[in-house]
């Protein structure tokens, strides 16, 4: 059995126990900060399904698809799931729904860092994202105001805000919040944490 840990409400760390076991679980951060990535390694360890925002929010050449919110009103009442917490119209739904919220709080260098990387790699690969999808030229990091790499840069301090509304409100008393800074401290919990919440833990296991 997983090592009790510090009661709803309280701002977890990376070796802090969870609460309980997560089976409705919500990855916040902002735009480079590794949530995709995550929320798959979160749903492999605890062998629950995956499901990711993006591919149901956008649609053949960047087109919003008019199914997005049922799609969501749908998967959130399966009885586990992981998926990022983004897009404003359905962040109310996928709150209400979970039980655990895990909070990428990066830095903002290493965030852009990793996202420009990311961007570049997928454009000179051109590897495809969702529905016919493709990142567009580099070059429209000058000309599009609402580029990726501008909005993350904007952007980067508004979810901390978001988080601490989380907390003082209704959800914060219920959920239990994981704060991550930095990939060691994500390493660290997937390794421990996570893993005994899963019953995977050499300790828990004897």
């Not at 009885?79 to 990428?104: C, F, I, K, N």
């Not at 903002?108 to 990793?114: E, G």
Request: charged letters at 25%.
């Amino acid at each position: 059995m997983p090592v009790p840990g510090p009661p709803l409400g309280c701002l977890l760390g990376p070796t802090d126990a969870l609460p309980h076991p997560p089976r409705r679980v919500l990855v916040a951060g902002t735009s480079g900060a590794g949530k995709s990535t995550l929320a798959g390694g979160i749903a492999a360890v605890l062998g629950i399904s995956y499901v990711e925002l993006d591919a149901l929010f956008h649609g053949p050449q960047w087109t919003p698809r008019p199914e997005f919110a049922e799609d969501v009103r749908r998967f959130v009442r399966a009885p586990s799931w992981v998926t990022e917490y983004q897009y404003h119209a359905v962040r109310p739904l996928l709150l209400g729904e979970a039980d655990t919220l895990v909070w990428l709080d990066h830095p903002k260098p290493f965030v852009m860092r990793r996202l420009v990387v990311r961007t570049v790699r997928r454009r000179l690969v051109g590897e495809h994202l969702w529905n016919g999808n493709y990142e567009p030229p580099l070059r429209t990091v000058f000309t599009d105001r609402e580029h990726l790499w501008r909005w993350a840069w904007k952007s980067h301090g508004r979810m901390r805000d978001k988080l601490t509304q989380i907390l003082a409100g209704e959800h914060g008393s219920r959920l239990a919040i994981v704060r991550l800074r930095g990939q060691r401290e994500v390493d660290r919990w997937r390794a421990g944490p996570l893993r005994q919440a899963a019953g995977l833990d050499e300790e828990s296991l004897r």
